[in-house]
């Protein structure tokens, strides 16, 4: 099994959970860098999506690609969208049909999101950039 697999193992295993305990709301950072916790201790716990798109980018154990790939974390960090404003972004881990991410309404990992509606309202709507980094 690859470690991208073994992510994706991990993030469907989360499901359900409150992978983001010291966040009240928008803590899908801090569930996706616990969920790579399992995989690799020694990472950091990062509460927001900016810190986690610059480390995700230094740290050689990741590699960005280019398109969705299931086990892949995707991320549209804020801070980066073409409209000015305080606009949060997100992140989540690449699943076969949804992406596995926290959901800020309810506090636990879920599916609420498809690749389509994540193009659509962070690519789109938002003019967010959309990253995806492999855990190689």
């Known amino acids: 099994m690859t470690n991208s697999e073994r992510l994706y193992q991990e993030a469907r295993a989360s499901i359900g959970k409150d992978m983001s305990p010291t966040q009240s709301e928008f803590g899908c950072a801090e569930a996706v860098s616990s969920i790579i916790r399992i995989l690799l201790p020694d990472f950091p716990l990062i509460p927001g999506t900016y810190t986690l798109w610059e480390l995700l980018k230094k740290d050689h154990r990741f590699s960005e690609i280019e398109k969705y790939e299931v086990g892949a974390i995707i991320i549209s960090p804020t801070g980066t969208s073409e409209i000015s404003g305080n606009i949060s972004g997100h992140v989540g881990i690449c699943g076969k049909h949804q992406i596995i991410s926290n959901n800020s309404n309810t506090g636990l990992v879920d599916t ?11 690519g789109t709507r938002l003019r967010f950039p959309i990253y995806y980094f492999k855990l190689v």
């Open 112 to 122: 609420h999101i498809t690749k389509d509606i994540w193009d659509d309202y962070f």
